[in-house]
């Protein structure tokens, strides 16, 4: 076990006896071998009266000595004063998603896909329970533990560094001396089963209200301004992903995980090798059956491919890991009653049955309206208003009505039948395959707005401040008829709206005035074409570099990408057919919309930034860091993580970290946020 930090770094102050130093030291040491011991390998070695008098020992000695306390001492998780808000944290790496597949069949289909891919008639893998908690990242130097983020949007986080330090199985150091000088370790933290109970039990006699899950009660705790609440709270980590080290990386996940164990991190015990996907198989059915026995909530399995150069040569898609999935479980189902089958107009038309429910809890949450998915699916289950059905949360998020429960002698009602005119707008109603569809596109409000929404989102044009209420107030007060209408209002008309005043009028105009300059990709992620995400949206952006060539290509043309199929092919070649469709977009770039897109060149050394490094610290307010940086790489810098002498600027936002601080030593040119947007309108280097 390593040294306390008291024995590695500059002498103590001489007026502290070298005894009581020691004994400090020693005590220390000793408390985070019994926490180890007891909150991560579940085998304490010494009474709980034993092990709180070693801690008042300890407090004692730091109390008669505070200049002695460091950040890592065990008397430092009682929490510290409340934050007024949480800071947002750059991830060292995405932090992904997983692809969930439901059946063995589809397991087995993932395998040969695997074998097919990586050119291998033998792959093995790791498996590992999925928790049911929050994700986290957790980073270390030299051993010490210095920031903890929530995932967020995967790439950018809050910061939760000091509410971290309260989870005793979380090491503040970590053990051995073969740790890296930087670490970073994905984890999840969640609430044992009968900790949750017991926390629940106290919200109620304290007259508050209680968590619905395991989940919520960890993901609120974790979230608390105030970390001496989330100290009161029984939370647990564990770890299963390097993100970043220094260290020779294992060859093996499996290897990954044990070194994580070694250097003192909690990772899960209930995790196999196998050799072949049918023990990938039998250990989903065994785990499955332990669920309801195992002291926390999982809600599946996790499959990784186990070489870590196989997991390199798959790589990942825009949200998940190409050699990783999760192995779900079957969601658990109860009882109740249909009062009745509404229906949901998205806002690419389509129309969804709705299921209005009595309502029910299911694995802790209260139910009381589930999808039915489309026409055909209430038909096979003939799904009626009146009768009694048993629900189910699909992969245990979704509600889902599983089947209907047959009643002896139950007077049914009609069956049910889709509408024959949109229940929004009176348009008439069309049928593809097993859907319904709204004719009345931008003529209905249910779908103009979700499209303004869809629009105005993140992963789009991502303008800040345009949110649901907005886009109804803008649609319902008849100022927005179409996309383009949005780059058309002026503050005058913006006035005119429910909490809107002079500064909140001048902030969206100007989001929407910044939005005006976007990637391709984001375009297309904007403009709602069915079947078109974020991935598919960055292939079409790479394939053709330009929005006129690719609505030039035609259905036969998208085939030849790889990655788009008929469905996909058919439905763009639709989108851009349509003369209304065309309308609006050649509206958009008369009102000044400007694409970005990649040369046609491959050679870098032709773009204005060629050869320059920029570094993000701190927020910022007219575009995320993540755009800013897409920005500045098309037009041919490089972005990292890190200041170095070779660094040519660092844009400092909002609550800058460290890295202005090391920018300055290093003589780094700064630019504020504004500066920056100057330098994107003429990037020639300054």
């Given at each position: ?530 079947q078109v995400g974020q991935h598919i949206a960055k292939v079409l952006a790479k394939e053709f570099g330009s929005l006129d060539a690719l609505m030039q290509a035609d259905q036969e043309r998208f ?128």
């Amino acid at each position: 076990m390593p040294q306390n930090s008291l024995d590695n770094d500059s002498p103590l102050p001489s007026t502290v006896p070298h005894s009581e130093q020691e004994r400090l030291a020693q005590l220390r040491n000793q408390i985070r071998h019994h926490d180890y011991l007891y909150y991560v390998k579940d085998r304490p070695e010494i009474s709980d009266g034993a092990y709180d008098q070693l801690f008042r020992e300890l407090a004692d000695l730091e109390q008669a000595y505070p200049e002695l306390i460091t950040p890592d001492s065990p008397t430092q998780r009682v929490g510290a004063p409340p934050l007024d808000a949480l800071g947002k944290v750059q991830h060292e790496r995405p932090m992904l998603s997983l692809d969930s597949l439901m059946t063995p069949d589809e397991v087995l289909a993932f395998d040969q896909r695997m074998k097919r891919e990586l050119s291998s008639d033998h792959i093995e893998y790791t498996v590992e329970p999925k928790f049911d908690g929050l994700s986290v990242e957790l980073v270390y130097d030299h051993g010490m533990f210095v920031r903890g983020s929530t995932r967020g949007d995967g790439n950018l986080g809050e910061e939760i560094t000091v509410n971290l330090r309260t989870i005793r199985s979380l090491p503040l150091q970590l053990q051995t001396d073969t740790y890296p000088d930087h670490l970073a370790v994905r984890g999840e933290v969640f609430m044992r089963l009968s900790d949750f109970h017991a926390l629940n039990r106290r919200m109620t006699e304290l007259g508050n209200d209680t968590f619905a899950n395991p989940r919520n009660a960890a993901a609120g705790s974790l979230r608390q301004l105030d970390s001496r609440v989330t100290a009161a709270r029984p939370l647990m980590v564990t770890c299963y992903e390097v993100m970043a080290s220094t260290a020779t990386p294992s060859a093996s996940h499996w290897g990954e995980l044990e070194a994580l164990a070694q250097w003192g991190l909690p990772v899960p015990t209930l995790r196999q090798q196998c050799t072949a996907i049918d023990q990938v198989i039998a250990f989903h059915r065994e785990t499955e059956q332990q669920r309801d026995q195992l002291p926390y909530e999982i809600d599946g399995v996790v499959v990784k491919v186990d070489r870590r150069d196989w997991q390199v040569r798959l790589g990942m898609k825009s949200r998940s890991p190409r050699w990783a999935m999760a192995f779900k479980f079957p969601p658990r189902k109860e009882v109740t009653e249909v009062q009745d089958i509404a229906i949901s107009v998205g806002r690419t038309g389509t129309l969804t049955p709705l299921a209005l429910l009595k309502p029910v809890e299911v694995g802790g949450v209260t139910i009381s309206r589930a999808t039915l998915h489309n026409a055909d699916e209430v038909a096979r289950k003939d799904i009626r208003v009146g009768d009694t059905v048993r629900v189910e949360r699909a992969g245990d998020v979704i509600p889902a009505i599983a089947e209907r429960i047959s009643i002896p002698n139950e007077t049914r009602s009609e069956p049910f039948h889709m509408p024959t005119v949109c229940p929004i707008c009176g348009s008439a109603v069309a049928r593809e395959g097993a859907y319904f569809y709204c004719t009345g596109q931008a003529a209905c409000p249910a779908q103009l707005k979700g499209a303004i929404e869809h629009f105005a989102s993140k992963p789009a044009l991502n303008i800040d401040g345009l949110g649901r209420k907005t886009v109804a107030q803008l649609i319902d007060h008849g100022l927005v008829k179409d996309l383009s209408d949005l780059y058309r209002l002026n503050q005058e008309q913006l006035l005119t709206l429910d909490g809107f005043a002079e500064r909140s009028t001048t902030l969206l105009l100007e989001a929407i005035a910044h939005s005006k300059v976007v990637t391709l990709d984001r375009l297309l992620m904007g403009l709602g074409i069915r079947q078109v995400g974020q991935h598919i949206a960055k292939v079409l952006a790479k394939e053709f570099g330009s929005l006129d060539a690719l609505m030039q290509a035609d259905q036969e043309r998208f085939q030849t990408i790889r990655e788009v199929g008929p469905e996909i092919s058919a439905s763009l070649a639709s989108y851009f057919q349509e003369p209304s469709n065309r309308r609006v977009i050649d509206q958009l770039l008369a009102l000044g919309l400007s694409i970005l897109t990649a040369p046609p060149s491959p050679d870098q050394t032709l773009l204005p930034l060629a050869g320059t490094s920029f570094v993000f610290t701190g927020g910022l307010v007219r575009r995320t860091r993540d755009e800013a940086k897409v920005l500045v790489e098309q037009l041919g810098a490089t972005v990292s993580s890190s200041v170095s002498k070779k660094t040519t600027y660092v844009v400092a936002g909002s609550e800058p970290g460290s890295k202005l601080e090391q920018a300055r030593k290093l003589g780094v040119r700064i630019l504020t946020e504004q500066e920056l947007e100057d330098f994107l309108r003429r990037p020639e280097p300054m």
